[in-house]
Every structure is written in structure tokens, then in C-alpha cells.
């Protein structure tokens, strides 16, 4: 993994993920779906290894990947040993219409564990768009990745449905591995719930939040979006508000203090000694 710091960088991190799964699982078919990035391998020769680079945008930042299809041929097996070195990332791909293509899976992950261990993995179910001739159901899968520890998804080339996610996740799981999300927190772009919120705790008091017509579970939401941000919450709108205690009826009162105006300058119409500043 590569960070650029160049001010004309096409990229911000550069990551190498390999496909892996047996033959005729569509790996070719994800790759080219792709449309943009080279497609010639860096080395000059393929070697039985199909290659392909696309640029994904992650939380504001910009991550070239460079995509390795293995073939799933026995004969290539020496080949993934040696691509294997390096690898940020492994996408385990299997067909959701071949059952045996499925069953192989423990097969490259013993594999992988032995050339590439701790490598993060994923496990993507392709050809999404053959449902109808479903051998893997979504369940038997799920059920599998969660007993891996890993993520998965169900892909379609065709459609070109899940393929840019899936990427997006591995990426997003290797550079949080790698400490290297704290370059780019601060500019993290904010979630819808999280510029609602902060606009909501920008103009209203923290001890008015609860006062609001909303859940409660989201009045601790935004109490503690407001704790957590460190906003000012005794000002709303530029006038700011106190709060005293009223010994009557014993309840809380919003009492709203004088703005302070600045004083006014003399009038050119009246002499300067005439002219009293206060």
C-alpha cells in the first residue's frame, strides 16, 4: 500500500486486491465490467493473469486498486503464490449458479492462509442476474461468511449491480487495518442524519433538546451529538439566553438578555463639543 502526497496525485492510496475462486466463476466478467483504468499488467506479459485498475472515491478520498484475476486453473497455482505477496486485499469469488464453485471456497482459503495470511477477505456471490438458476442460496452463504468473519456480498456483472461496493468495502476494511483512517477524518464527508443533527444542536440549546417534538432516541442522539462535536449550545442565532431559577413555581425560565449595541458616532449636523457619547 502507497500513499501519494504529490499535488498533481491521481490518486490518494494505491491498494493491490486478488480475485480468486475456481474457473468459470465470472472473475473476467467483474473485471470487465469495469470501465475505466488500464487493462495492460505493469509487468508486460499476462501469464495466464488477467489485470485491471479503477479508481474508487472512499469517504472523499480517491483509492486506485489494482485488480488481479488468478486463474483458477491447478497449473496457475504457483502463479498465485507468487502474486500473492503484497496483496492489501482478496476477493473470494464464487458462481451462485455452480454449487461445486461454492464448496471450493475452503479450498483457497487454506490457500490463502498459507502464501498471504491475515490478508482482509471478502466473499462475493456473482452472477446475481442467473437467480432463477440459483444453486447457493443468499442464506447458505451468509450464514458461511459470518462463520469466516468476513463480508459478503451477491454480485452481478450484467447489471452492474454490488461490483463498485463490494471494492469500496474491502478498501474501506484494509486502510482501517492499516491506521490509515485517520488522514482522511477530518475530511470524511458528513452523513445525511449528521448534518441534520448538527443543524438542529447549532441554533437549540442542550437543555432545550428535550423539549423538542421528537423520539427520545433521538433527543439522546442529538444530546450527544452536541456533547461529542463541542457546540456552543447557549447560543442560538447570535442572542445568547440564561437561565434562572424562579422560587414561585419553581420551574426554569428562559430569560432573554439585552443585545449590547455598540455606540453610535457623532452626526456630521451637530458641532463636536455639543455632542455627549454614552
Request: charged fraction near 20%; proline fraction near 5%; aromatic fraction near 8%.
Amino acid at each position: 500500500m502507497s500513499h501519494r502526497s504529490s499535488p498533481a496525485k491521481a490518486y490518494d492510496f494505491l491498494l493491490k486486491f486478488l480475485l480468486v475462486g475456481d474457473s468459470d466463476v465470472g472473475k473476467g466478467e467483474i473485471l470487465a465490467s469495469l470501465q475505466d483504468g488500464a487493462s495492460e499488467s505493469p509487468y508486460g506479459y499476462n501469464m495466464g493473469i488477467d489485470y485491471k485498475t479503477t479508481t474508487i472515491l472512499l469517504d472523499g478520498r480517491r483509492v486506485k486498486l489494482q485488480l488481479w484475476d488468478t486463474s483458477g486453473q491447478g497449473r496457475f497455482c504457483t502463479i498465485f503464490r507468487s502474486y500473492s505477496r503484497g496483496a492489501q486485499g482478496v476477493i473470494l469469488v464464487y458462481d451462485i449458479t455452480n454449487r461445486w464453485s461454492f464448496d471450493g471456497i475452503d479450498r483457497w482459503i487454506k490457500e490463502i492462509n498459507e502464501h498471504a495470511p491475515g490478508v482482509p477477505k471478502i466473499l462475493v456471490g456473482n452472477r446475481l442476474h442467473l437467480a432463477y438458476k440459483r444453486q447457493v442460496t443468499t442464506e447458505q452463504a451468509q450464514v458461511y461468511a459470518e462463520r469466516l468473519g468476513i463480508t459478503f456480498f451477491e454480485v452481478s456483472p450484467l447489471c452492474n449491480f454490488n461490483i463498485t461496493e463490494s471494492f469500496t468495502e474491502l478498501a474501506r476494511i484494509v486502510l482501517m487495518r492499516h491506521g490509515m483512517e485517520r488522514l482522511w477524518r477530518p475530511n470524511r464527508v458528513l452523513s445525511l442524519q449528521d448534518l441534520c443533527c448538527r443543524s438542529i444542536v447549532s441554533c437549540t440549546p442542550v437543555h432545550l433538546v428535550d423539549k423538542l417534538p421528537l423520539p427520545i432516541a433521538l433527543k439522546s442522539h442529538l444530546k450527544s451529538f452536541s456533547m461529542a462535536n463541542g457546540l456552543n449550545a447557549r447560543m442560538m442565532h447570535g442572542r445568547s439566553y440564561s437561565v434562572t431559577a424562579n422560587s414561585t413555581n419553581k420551574r426554569n425560565s428562559l430569560k432573554k438578555s439585552k443585545p449590547i449595541r455598540p455606540p453610535q458616532s457623532p452626526s456630521q449636523s451637530c458641532a463636536r463639543n455639543s455632542c455627549k457619547i454614552s
